[in-house]
């Protein structure tokens, strides 16, 4: 049974930091790709950042570039989203994704969990 579990969530106040995670289970984690993305109310899902599945590259929307870095760690099965300088533009539900296009292709999300930027 396939499981992506994110937490670290929360209230924070702006120009605060956060670090999402995000546990995997029931594929094999060390081949995907990853994903963060994220929706606000009223919003589309907007993708956030990628990490490839050795960790040698990574992307990120122009909106976060520079302030949010995504890892993973292919030994515990976790993929990472540390989030600094936080803004309450950056509030929304944040959603952890495995998506590989190649055979065999599977897309997975987790539950997503809230990131409330305000004071």
């Known amino acids: 049974q396939v499981q992506l579990v994110e937490s670290g969530g929360g209230l924070v106040q702006p120009g605060g930091s956060l670090r999402l995670s995000c546990a995997a289970s029931?594929?094999?984690?060390?081949?995907?790709?990853m994903n963060w993305y994220r929706q606000a109310p009223g919003n589309e899902r907007e993708l956030v950042a990628t990490v490839t599945p050795a960790a040698g590259g990574t992307k990120y929307a122009d909106s976060v570039k520079g302030r949010f870095t995504i890892s993973r760690d292919n030994s515990k099965n976790t993929v990472y989203l540390e989030m600094n300088s936080l803004t309450p533009e950056d509030t929304a539900v944040y959603y952890c994704?495995?998506?590989?296009?190649?055979?065999?292709?599977?897309?997975?999300w987790g539950q997503g969990t809230q990131v409330t930027v305000s004071s």
């Open positions: 029931g594929f094999t984690f060390s081949t995907a790709p």
């Open positions: 994704n495995a998506r590989r296009i190649y055979y065999p292709s599977f897309d997975y």
